[in-house]
């Protein structure tokens, strides 16, 4: 598959990312057994996740939703921006954060930052994906991680390339093998 001159190869497909969806809920459903926890859900990329990982739940939900920017293409701007606020109150709560990719960990540690000034009583995190090889601030590790990959670019499954890509139901990782060499002549 090629985007914007940059070539993919399927890593997950639907079926494979159902089973480790089913997983996480698994392991959050025992976990938060008996309480109400409300899940503050990273827009955009995470909806997808989100909605598989929502429907999975067995005790009484909440939702709610952030958007944070700190990407634009491939690359890393350095600083987080919350364009849209929590939509929720969290005080005093028991928060799981739905997140798509952890890679640096700069995005989340802002978060889990403000949920706590919000008032949030705990914070946990489930991300979709997480490269830990990537990770700058350990503090932002998630509890609950779906799929550990190496530090490549991804698209699928809610993750996009400029906005592109998001509704592709299969994950697909960077190919670098397709990166053609230039001849100097």
Known sequence: MELQGMHFKEYKTPQEIDTLVGQVAGQINHDYQ????????????????????LRKMTMPTEV???????????????EVQETVPVTAD?????VIVIE?????????RYL?????????????????????????????????????????????YGLDLDQQARNLP??????????ESVIVR
């Not at 008996?34 to 990982?53: E, H, I, N, Q, R």
């Not at 706590?116 to 991680?145: C, H, M």
Request: glycine letters at 6%; aromatic letters at 12%; zero cysteines.
């Open 100 to 108: 798509d990719i952890i890679d640096t960990g700069l995005s989340m």
């Open 112 to 156: 889990k930052k403000r949920l706590y000034q919000l008032g949030a009583k705990t914070v946990r995190v489930t991300s979709f994906l997480f490269k830990p090889d990537a990770l700058q601030y350990p503090e932002s590790a998630p509890e609950y991680p779906a799929l550990l990959i190496p530090h490549q670019f991804v698209i699928g």
């Open 90 to 94: 969290i005080m005093d709560r028991d």
């Open 170 to 179: 299969s994950l697909y990782i960077y190919d670098k093998s397709k990166v």
């Open 34 to 53: 008996g309480l109400k926890p409300v899940f503050v859900v990273v827009l955009t990329g995470a909806f997808m996740y989100a909605s598989d990982l």
């Open 64 to 78: 709610a939703f952030v958007k944070l920017r700190s990407y634009v293409g491939t690359e890393t701007t350095g």
